[in-house]
């Protein structure tokens, strides 16, 4: 029976990865698949990718719903041939689901059958649910969005996670959306602006109910029974009253004190007071990679000593070489920055007790610099690898920079092109900032911190000369790293800056 059947496990891509989050299906109960077919696309605290089929079949049910999360190995969905029986698809299912399964085969076969032709989105066993929804299910609505439905495949725009999901829910063409995030991505804001700006309606959301207000119990206080009836009559909980009774007790005069004095807090002001103004504020939840930052910085910051070393570089020659290539290779555009990264690695290359990895107990030094690049993009921060960077050309190493820190603004990356690393390049320098300190990446041992280049009167053979200076600052890991060797990688790396030829011959 099992050989017919295949299970669609949630994937680990990468040794930190625990659990991801089911996003959209591309195919529906009882459709055919091919082996390669794109399934189901999966967000992990790093990036968005989608699970393929490994062989051929066709989908008999879905188990991962759109916006779950669960773990590693967790099934997803069933693909067997259409001769299987419900009956067994339903026990192989029971006997892999590490979630449990809340929908039956028939369920879903039935939300299957449902789907037609002329839906405007893909339907799975969790978008079904939708329908019952009056902004799911509106004639008006879907009226009103029909200006928004049309348009090329919008699979490659740059889009959030939950706005490409409400899409498939408004069937709207995400080309029709004017996006206002970082790089032009279009985000559930701009999304729901232009569902209400064409009339249509917003899903509404649940509202939370509220929790039954507590009533402390003073039937263990010690009163008179003319002040228990007293205080019952009037609303009074005897835990607030004094006690200046005989023995202690809460007795009459205590009652009508607090009642007095309630009745003075609750009486109307005589003067008009202007109602407080409200300052607006918005939650938000933090995404995984948000949280996968904090937690691995805030260990970073707190395991790791930092010792810093900090110097600056004459760019003077560097900026005229620049010049020359980019004039030179009309397909070459390289940045101050591809410079960094290649002196660093030819550095590291002198300096491999810098080139380390350390997970508390072991200290790994590779042979050859793979160079982590900060990129920031809207979830945070990702560091794309140019990998054996020591052994390509300054070209070679702009082009693969430009390439990584696109994909990784589209959430395209590999798992194996931002995890690991032996050395990391963050720069700050294009917003302006003149140094700053960055926190080790662990786990590697050092990282780098560019600021911009800045005119400076400096002195050159004791005559003041104007140059163009940026500051560079080392942090490392002074467990592995010791500050004479630190200090001497710094000097060398400023050598290979200021005389850029010395590490292109």
């Known amino acids: 029976m099992s050989n017919d059947i295949k299970a669609i496990s949630m994937p680990k891509w990468g040794m930190e990865m625990s659990e991801g989050v089911v996003g959209d299906w591309h195919v529906n109960v009882g459709d055919n698949v091919s082996a390669g077919d794109d399934l189901v696309d999966i967000e992990t605290s790093k ?80 978008t079904s649910e939708l329908k019952s929804t009056p902004a799911a299910t509106s004639t008006d609505t879907s009226n009103s969005l029909s200006s928004l439905a049309a348009g090329d495949d919008d699979s490659q725009l740059h889009a959030s996670p939950i706005a490409r999901r409400l899409a498939k829910q408004y069937g709207v063409n995400l080309h029709n959306i004017n996006g206002t995030g970082r790089y032009g991505r279009i985000s559930k804001h701009d999304l729901e602006t232009a569902v209400s700006n064409a009339g249509g309606s917003l899903i509404a959301q649940q509202a939370p109910r509220s929790q039954p207000q507590r009533i402390r119990d003073d039937s263990a206080v010690k009163a008179t029974p003319v002040a228990r009836r007293m205080a019952k009559d009037l609303g009074i909980n005897l835990n607030d009253c004094r006690n200046s009774g005989n023995r202690g007790r809460v007795c009459k005069a205590d009652v009508e004190a607090l009642a007095s004095l309630s009745n003075k807090q609750t009486a109307p002001e005589p003067t008009t007071v202007a109602a407080p103004v409200e300052n607006p504020l918005t939650s938000q939840a933090m995404s995984g990679m948000r949280k996968t930052i904090a937690e691995r910085l805030q260990s970073s910051k707190q395991t790791a000593p930092h010792f810093r070393v900090q110097i600056d570089a004459n760019i003077d020659a560097l900026l005229t070489v620049r010049k020359q290539i980019n004039a030179a290779n009309t397909q070459a555009k390289v940045s101050v920055n591809d410079f960094i990264v290649k002196a660093c690695a030819t550095a590291l290359a002198q300096f491999p ?63 194996e092109e931002f995890q690991g690393g032996t050395f990391c390049v963050s720069n700050l320098g294009m917003f302006g900032i003149k140094q700053f300190d960055a926190i080790i990446n662990p786990p590697q041992g050092a990282i780098l911190a560019v600021g911009a280049g800045e005119q400076k009167a400096i002195v050159t053979n004791g005559s003041i000369v104007i140059a163009t200076v940026l500051t560079l600052t080392l942090s490392s890991d002074h467990r592995i790293i010791d500050g004479a060797t630190a200090a001497q990688f710094m000097s060398t790396l400023k050598g290979f800056i200021e005389q850029p030829a010395t590490m292109l011959g």
């Open 353 to 415: 007790a810098v080139n380390v990895q350390f997970d508390g107990q072991t200290i790994k030094q590779f042979k050859h610099a793979d160079i982590s690049v900060a990129v920031a993009i809207d979830e945070g921060l990702i560091t794309p690898i140019v990998k054996s960077s020591d052994t390509k050309g300054l070209i070679e190493i702009s082009n693969e920079v430009r390439d990584l820190a696109t994909r990784a603004k589209l959430g395209r990356l590999k798992p």
């Open 47 to 126: 990036i968005v990718n989608t699970v393929t089929a490994s062989e051929s079949g066709v989908l008999r049910l879905i188990i991962g719903k759109t916006g779950d999360t669960l773990d590693v190995g967790a099934i997803l969905g069933v693909l067997a041939d259409a001769q299987t029986s419900d009956a067994e698809i339903q026990a192989f299912a029971n006997g892999l689901s590490k979630q449990g399964i809340t929908e039956d085969v028939q369920e879903s076969k039935a939300a299957a059958a449902e789907i037609t032709s002329t839906e405007p989105v893909h339907q799975t066993a969790a």
